[in-house]
């Protein structure tokens, strides 16, 4: 029992005595034990002794010495001098007692058998969340960090300010920094603490009011402050310090409850404090709190993370999350080195120490829960990177200068994602009576419904314009553009074809896109020279096309058939690039009208065109359709090797530009048909390149709810020209803040649902996105009950469920259109160990294969192991081992630059 403990004093029995309650390894006749420097008292049952005296000689063996006389257990002792630690018997009716909870790291004087502390009452709804930023030691950008996530808290509302606290009783670092700004204080938290303690009214109300009163006198960027002194004497003659409220108050988590209490009387959004470095006792009274937002700050050194990690331990034994509104803490690596960025496997022994041991702080896991481990519910990402700024070796001497400084790094970045673990304190209302809400989600299913498949729809005018696309425009004003257009799968490749073609000229999808038209007087004729054969059946196509010859002066065109028979005929040559070169060009030419069947006519359309002072745009897509055996047939590379480099050269060198140029190609096919300097190509074009950041994921969603519905948002403001924060803002009444309560410690409801969408290269494709908002709004029906989620469209039981739905249909998509990952992905869904994380021999697949899922934001190695994104995992039916908890968001932040 006593294993490496040494028994010098009563305090390392007290520790034994308080292993064994912690074990619940009493026997039952024990009721109490009370540790003195002189010896150990018992409360015992009647007639009890010897039940515990066997007890004592177990668990003290070989120290405990029972006999007539005394009973007595042996320290550490020098020979022939043996020291006796006495042990006194009383006998006891009382029941045993249920200790109270303090915030204190000290021993209660008294241990009792039932360990476990009755839950504290959550702070009341009305009431701002306190958040308190700690670090083990000093110099790890603890207050800077706290500056940053109060700027960034203060601009996301507003109309709500912050009250930011400075704790550091010791060394006072946000106090010096307001002294040039306000010079005459008028009120300090060594104030705030004294009022409190002599206040006689235990509601303590008049002590709140004053101190809220002085303090706005204290109000600068949107923020109150609250300094430690209000001058340099009462700095070196503090009087009350914390621990005389905690042991003098009823409560003792008084502290916590009264920084609530003075932040609702200032109207505040949340209470921010900067503790002092270490344990003293105001650090201790908030870290001991669960119903505190705790946010834990280190850097890499090798004492820093040692000293947060003993923190998370005593976290974990004295305040666990027990309760729904209790938050997990957060943490934050701060001065991470520039070149962990780019190799993030370098950070991975340091993260995972520290989110296992916050994961021991989570409540205990309903036997449900365990049962469906697989299901995609999610703890919130709870640590963050800030890299190292050589402009904060030092922090400046005053306020101003470090938001400066601030506003110009990027840590406010890296900051922002902790604003949306704080919880909305915004009322939840009904959007409306529960018929009127699932007609939405009827009317919402509907339209998207239809929108997954955007190219085959009649419905060209309803349009968003993403970044990609904008850039084209903006960047193709005055000449003509020659554009190679990459896009994944479901990226919208076609969807933007089909609204560049039939809109018939350049000038008009420039509108389209809400910038301004082209200076040219004369129509830029768009036509397509290939299209995707998804788009065979599309009433109306061929008879636009038509007319845009005749434009150009022509009556007749190679038609769609006579284009790929020709080009299907051309492949079963052996053909080199130039030549491939002047048969594409024929085919552009021949798509217009111009000289059908003759070859070799690429310059006298260029020629013809320009005597007419006329320009045209030749459009493909749908190469996938032609192109399939490009990973291996040589003829094919070339065939597009040489649509993509030397035609687009070739156009470049013509006077004048009259033939323009949209290329749209998967990116897998750019790969197979470009070895070398494919990188360069994607570089050229990566401007316009169909990705979607979070921040446009976010915008078509937003962009989709206004064309069904008006059910919240900001009128006034286009989507278009809405940020990130706008746009979460915007998707409250869809999804909700958060993915439960706006109170409860559920991840945010929109860096979630993008997250877990999300391959780990940072991709999200529109037809996913547009897929999973069809899928939640059917299953919100069913899963719409009478008394909850009426304040949004999507239920979140609805959301989690649906993500596999999304994930097997984008596995079936894959596997028909891209011959290598189908190959891979028969092989894993045919493996025997489908589990996650997995070693490369468990799924037998090749480094080559392997590197494939990398390249493809499929799976990335940690170590020796491999994660899988939640998109590909649920479809292929890989299961979390026992213990491996899914983390979408840490994984996907941690593995792309997607999230801001």
């Known amino acids: 029992m006593l294993g490496n403990i040494r028994l010098y004093t009563w305090v390392d029995v007290e520790t034994v005595m308080e292993i064994a309650q912690q074990e619940n390894n009493w026997p039952q006749s024990l009721v109490w034990v009370r540790t003195y420097w002189d010896g150990l008292t018992l409360g015992i049952r009647p007639n009890q002794q010897v039940e515990v005296l066997e007890w004592?000689?177990?668990?003290?063996?070989?120290?405990?010495?029972?006999?007539?006389?005394?009973?007595?257990?042996?320290?550490?002792?020098?020979?022939?001098?043996?020291?006796?630690?006495?042990?006194?018997?009383?006998?006891?009716?009382?029941?045993?007692?249920?200790?109270?909870?303090?915030?204190?790291?000290?021993?209660?004087?008294?241990?009792?058998?039932?360990?476990?502390?009755?839950?504290?009452?959550?702070?009341?709804?009305?009431?701002?969340?306190?958040?308190?930023?700690?670090?083990?030691?000093?110099?790890?950008?603890?207050?800077?960090?706290?500056?940053?996530?109060?700027?960034?808290?203060?601009?996301?509302?507003?109309?709500?300010?912050?009250?930011?606290?400075?704790?550091?009783?010791?060394?006072?670092?946000?106090?010096?920094?307001?002294?040039?700004?306000?010079?005459?204080?008028?009120?300090?938290?060594?104030?705030?603490?004294?009022?409190?303690?002599?206040?006689?009214?235990?509601?303590?109300?008049?002590?709140?009011?004053?101190?809220?009163?002085?303090?706005?006198?204290?109000?600068?960027?949107?923020?109150?402050?609250?300094?430690?002194?209000?001058?340099?004497?009462?700095?070196?003659?503090?009087?009350?310090?914390?621990?005389?409220?905690?042991?003098?108050?009823?409560?003792?988590?008084?502290?916590?409850?009264?920084?609530?209490?003075?932040?609702?009387?200032?109207?505040?959004?949340?209470?921010?404090?900067?503790?002092?470095?270490?344990?003293?006792?105001?650090?201790?009274?908030?870290?001991?709190?669960?119903?505190?937002?705790?946010v834990l700050v280190t850097t890499l050194s090798g004492q820093s993370m040692e000293g947060t990690a003993y923190i998370l331990e005593l976290l974990s034994k004295l305040a666990p999350t027990k309760q729904e509104k209790e938050p997990l803490p957060a943490l934050i690596m701060s001065q991470v080195p520039i070149e962990y960025e780019k190799d993030s496997s370098l950070l991975e022994p340091y993260k995972d120490k520290l989110l296992k041991l916050l994961e021991t702080l989570a409540p205990a896991k309903p036997e449900e829960e365990e049962k469906n481990i697989n299901e995609p519910k999610y703890l919130p990402d709870l640590l963050y990177l800030s890299y190292f700024n050589s402009d904060f070796i030092v922090l400046p001497s005053e306020w101003a200068t470090v938001i400066e400084r601030l506003s110009s790094s990027n840590i406010l970045k890296q900051i922002h994602p902790l604003v949306e673990w704080l919880p909305a304190n915004i009322p939840q209302e009904s959007l409306a009576d529960l018929d009127t809400l699932q007609q939405k989600r009827t009317d919402l299913a509907n339209f998207t419904h239809k929108l997954i498949y955007a190219e085959t729809t009649d419905d060209v005018n309803k349009f968003l314009a993403i970044a990609p696309l904008r850039h084209l425009v903006a960047d193709h004003h005055q000449k003509i553009p020659i554009v190679v257009v990459v896009g994944a799968k479901g990226a919208g490749k076609t969807y933007t074809f089909l609204q560049i073609v039939r809109r018939h000229t350049w000038q008009f999808f420039i509108q389209a896109t809400g910038e301004k038209e082209l200076s040219k007087t004369s129509p830029v004729y768009v036509y397509s020279v290939l299209k995707s054969r998804s788009l065979n059946n599309l009433i109306g196509l061929n008879q636009e096309h038509h007319e845009i010859v005749q434009f150009l002066g022509f009556e007749q065109e190679y038609d769609s058939l006579e284009t790929l028979d020709y080009i299907r005929e051309m492949l079963t040559y052996s053909l080199n690039e130039s030549q491939w070169r002047d048969y594409w060009l024929n085919i552009i030419a021949w798509r217009s009208g111009f000289r059908l069947g003759t070859t070799g006519i690429g310059q006298e359309f260029a020629n013809y065109l320009r005597q007419r002072k006329t320009s045209v745009i030749a459009v493909i897509d749908g190469l996938e359709d032609i192109f399939q055996d490009v990973q291996s047939n040589q003829s094919q590379q070339i065939a597009l090797r040489a649509l993509l480099q030397d035609v687009p050269e070739w156009l470049e060198q013509q006077p004048g530009r009259p033939i323009g140029l949209l290329v749209f190609i998967r990116r897998d096919l750019v790969l197979s048909a470009i070895k070398q300097n494919s990188a360069q190509l994607m570089a050229k074009y990566e401007p316009y390149a169909l990705k979607w950041s979070s921040e446009e994921a976010l915008r078509l969603v937003a962009w989709i709810v206004r064309q069904v519905m008006d059910i919240s948002g900001n009128d006034e403001l286009k989507v278009e020209d809405m940020g990130y924060e706008a746009l979460v803002g915007e998707l409250v009444s869809l999804w909700g803040l958060k993915l439960g309560k706006f109170d409860s410690r559920e991840p945010g409801s929109a860096a979630w649902i993008i997250a877990a969408l999300s391959d780990f290269k940072g991709q999200i494709q529109a037809r996913d996105l547009v897929r999973f908002l069809d899928e939640a709004a059917k299953a919100s029906i069913s899963h719409q009950t009478k008394d909850y989620w009426k304040d949004r469209l999507l239920v979140p039981a609805a959301i989690r469920k649906v993500i596999k739905n999304c994930s097997v249909y984008k596995i079936d998509e894959i596997t028909k259109e891209n011959p290598i990952l189908q190959e891979i992905f028969t092989k894993l869904l045919s493996s025997p160990e489908k589990q996650i994380p997995f070693k490369s021999d468990g799924v037998k697949l090749t480094s080559d294969e392997l590197k494939t899922l990398e390249d493809n934001g499929v799976i990335i190695r940690e170590d020796e192991s491999y994660y899988m994104a939640e998109i590909f995992r649920l479809g292929l039916d890989f299961k979390y081992q026992k213990g491996a908890r899914p983390r979408v968001l840490v994984l996907s932040r941690q593995n792309s630059k997607f999230f801001r």
């Not at 060594?190 to 706005?216: C, E, G, I, W, Y």
């Open 56 to 294: 004592l000689k177990d668990t003290f063996e070989p120290r405990f010495v029972s006999t007539e006389e005394s009973s007595y257990i042996i320290l550490e002792s020098l020979i022939d001098e043996e020291r006796r630690f006495d042990v006194i018997w009383e006998e006891t009716d009382e029941e045993p007692q249920r200790p109270k909870r303090k915030p204190l790291l000290s021993r209660a004087s008294v241990l009792w058998p039932d360990a476990h502390t009755p839950p504290l009452e959550p702070l009341p709804d009305e009431y701002p969340p306190v958040v308190a930023f700690h670090s083990f030691k000093g110099g790890v950008g603890r207050t800077l960090h706290a500056i940053a996530f109060v700027r960034e808290l203060s601009k996301s509302r507003p109309d709500k300010p912050v009250l930011l606290i400075d704790a550091d009783l010791e060394a006072p670092g946000i106090t010096w920094l307001l002294k040039s700004r306000f010079p005459t204080m008028a009120i300090s938290l060594a104030d705030f603490l004294a009022l409190l303690h002599s206040d006689p009214d235990p509601t303590m109300s008049t002590s709140l009011k004053l101190v809220a009163n002085r303090t706005q006198d204290l109000f600068l960027d949107n923020i109150y402050f609250l300094p430690a002194f209000r001058s340099d004497q009462q700095f070196s003659t503090i009087a009350v310090k914390p621990e005389h409220l905690i042991q003098a108050a009823h409560d003792p988590f008084m502290l916590t409850t009264m920084l609530a209490r003075l932040g609702h009387e200032l109207g505040v959004q949340a209470v921010v404090i900067d503790l002092r470095a270490g344990l003293s006792e105001l650090a201790t009274g908030l870290l001991l709190d669960p119903r505190v937002y705790r």
